[in-house]
C-alpha cells in the first residue's frame, strides 16, 4: 500500500462513524425468535419439578416444600426444554440475554409464599 493510500484510509476512518456500535451503552435490538434467558411467573408454578428433571445441564432446581424455583444462568444453554415441558406455562424465554456476572454459582432465586389455608374451626391457632 502506497504511503498516499495509507494516509487516506487512516484520515478517513479518523472522520468517519465507527463501524461498531458503543456498547453496552447502544444495545442491538434483539432479532425476533432470539433465544435469551429464561423467565418464570412464580406465582402460576406448581413447583412440579418437570422443568429441573427435563434440563440438560440441572441449571433449574425446584424445591416443593420450600416453594422455590432457581436458576443458574450460568448454567443454562437456552436450549428451551423446561419452556416446553412446563405444563402450566409459566416458563418463557426472553429474546434478552441475561447480564454478565463476575462470580460463579450466583443462581437467580424466585419464592411465592404458600397460600393462607384457613383455619379449621376449633382448630387451635399455628404457632410460631
Ligand atoms: S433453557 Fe434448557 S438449559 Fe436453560 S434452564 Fe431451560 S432446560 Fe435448562
Ligand atoms: S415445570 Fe413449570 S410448574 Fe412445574 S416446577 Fe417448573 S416452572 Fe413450575
Given at each position: 500500500m502506497s504511503l498516499f493510500a495509507f494516509t487516506k484510509t487512516v484520515l478517513g476512518s479518523m472522520v468517519s462513524k465507527p463501524?461498531?456500535?458503543?456498547?453496552p451503552f447502544e444495545v442491538r435490538e434483539a432479532f425476533p425468535g432470539t433465544r435469551g434467558s429464561i423467565a418464570i411467573e412464580i406465582e402460576k408454578c406448581?413447583?412440579?419439578?418437570l422443568c429441573a428433571r427435563k434440563c440438560p445441564t440441572s441449571a433449574i432446581v425446584v424445591n416443593k416444600a420450600a416453594r422455590s424455583w432457581e436458576i443458574d444462568r450460568l448454567r443454562c444453554?437456552?436450549?428451551r426444554a423446561c419452556v416446553e415441558a412446563c405444563p402450566k406455562d409459566c416458563l418463557s424465554q426472553l429474546t434478552s440475554y441475561s447480564p454478565a456476572v463476575a462470580?460463579?454459582?450466583g443462581k437467580d432465586f424466585f419464592h411465592h409464599p404458600a397460600p393462607k389455608v384457613a383455619a379449621a374451626p376449633g382448630a387451635a391457632p399455628a404457632q410460631g
Open positions: 463501524a461498531t456500535r458503543m456498547y406448581i413447583y412440579c419439578t444453554i437456552s436450549c462470580i460463579k454459582g
